[in-house]
């Protein structure tokens, strides 16, 4: 009679591909499981200059970022996640300054604000909030964040629906010495305590 069962050193079968993927996990099961994982959350910046001189002035453009993280400490090199085809990816793809606010547990308002679908200009999202510009980037630094970084772009990595851009770190300030980070779990803003 013949073993039609699996000898003990055979792999398990795969499983097959998974819904609109051509292998691996659904956008949705990627999903749900990363929201598992604790993230900071952080508002890029950068300031677009004018076209013309002559016309009207540049604008500030940012976006509400989870995707950050240290790469190197020597160089000082950090790492951002964009979406492609975002405004902000538009824009790093030009321009090589930009800066990050590590945003504080009591700025949520800021964090939502710019994460929002189908926003307002970003000239009235920053039209309350407290900032001053960067010296190096002339990019919004938030006031009242943890900390603020001004970056010069090294590298553009494409990453599926996202560029990955390695910033180097020319300035660290740190404008907040108490209080705790915002943070972004399960799909929600969320405190430390």
């Not at 006031?143 to 603020?148: E, V």
Request: charged share 20%; proline share 9%; with cysteine.
């Amino acid at each position: 009679m013949l073993n039609t069962s699996p000898a003990a050193t055979d792999p398990p079968p795969s499983p097959g591909p998974a819904a609109g993927h051509a292998e691996g996990v659904s956008t949705d099961e990627f999903r749900a499981a990363l929201s598992r994982l604790a993230a900071g959350v952080v508002l890029l910046t950068a300031y677009e200059a004018p076209l013309d001189p002559e016309g009207p002035a540049g604008e500030d453009a940012g976006m509400t970022a989870t995707a950050f993280m240290s790469v190197s400490l020597d160089p000082p090199l950090v790492l951002v996640s964009i979406r492609n085809g975002s405004r902000m990816d538009d824009l790093l793809d030009d321009q090589p300054l930009w800066a990050v606010s590590l945003l504080s547990e009591s700025q949520k308002h800021i964090a939502g604000r710019f994460a929002m679908k189908g926003r307002l200009s970003d000239r009235l999202l920053f039209e309350d909030i407290p900032y001053v510009r960067g010296t190096h980037t002339g990019a919004p630094l938030v006031g009242g964040a943890l900390a603020t970084l001004e970056c010069r772009t090294e590298q553009l990595v494409p990453a599926g629906d996202h560029t990955l851009v390695i910033g180097r770190v020319l300035s660290a300030t740190l404008p907040v010495a108490e209080g705790g980070p915002l943070t972004y779990f399960r799909g929600r803003y969320r405190t430390l305590g």
